[in-house]
């Protein structure tokens, strides 16, 4: 839950999200938070130089949800959650590509027509300084490493779908007293 109040909370410093209704700036946030903080997250456990997800105060795994197989909360944390950070490792991704590629994901969301023309600017914005730096810092290698940095999106919207279908198990396990609004609705669990 903290991470994703964090992402929230990081959301509302740029200037396009006060541009947005209130009705946009909820789609924004509900669309968005779970994939950028998979990828926050994810580079956080990069510069530690970890391949396991590592959360700000040092934790590495939380303890499994009462009742819930084993193996459902292996996979969850060993495959799912691994995802972006192996990616990550693997092209070496650097801190700039990094907070360039949380804002294109960041202004990504396809909300209202007012929104769309406003986060749209955004992205092209964020877009075309990932690409300048990319060929600057790479050269001739620069469209190459550009395209292999948005990749990074399709593992982050696979990861955010599979967390999805993992999350909808662990609520048929939730106790019906227990309300998480904020993570019933980045989760889309109705």
Do not use: W
């Amino acid at each position: 839950m903290y991470d994703l109040l964090t992402i929230v909370e990081m959301a509302k410093t740029f200037d396009f999200f006060t541009k947005l209704s209130e009705n946009d700036r909820y789609y924004l946030c509900r669309d968005t938070t779970l994939m950028v903080s998979n990828l926050t997250r994810a580079f956080f456990s990069v510069e530690n130089k970890t391949d396991q997800l590592i959360r700000a105060d040092g934790q590495t795994t939380l303890a499994p949800p009462p009742k819930i197989p084993k193996e459902y909360i292996d996979k969850l944390i060993f495959d799912i959650m691994k995802r972006a950070i192996q990616t990550l490792i693997r092209m070496k991704c650097t801190k700039i590509e990094f907070l360039l590629l949380r804002a294109i994901l960041l202004s990504a969301p396809d909300i209202s027509n007012s929104a769309r023309t406003i986060l749209s600017t955004e992205r092209a914005k964020y877009t075309v300084a990932l690409l300048n730096y990319t060929m600057a810092n790479h050269g001739p290698e620069g469209p190459g490493r550009f395209a292999e940095i948005l990749n990074v999106i399709d593992v982050l919207e696979r990861q955010q779908k599979d967390q999805r279908d993992v999350n909808v198990y662990i609520c048929l396990y939730r106790p019906k007293h227990v309300k998480l609004p904020l993570l019933d609705d980045v989760m889309m669990i109705c």
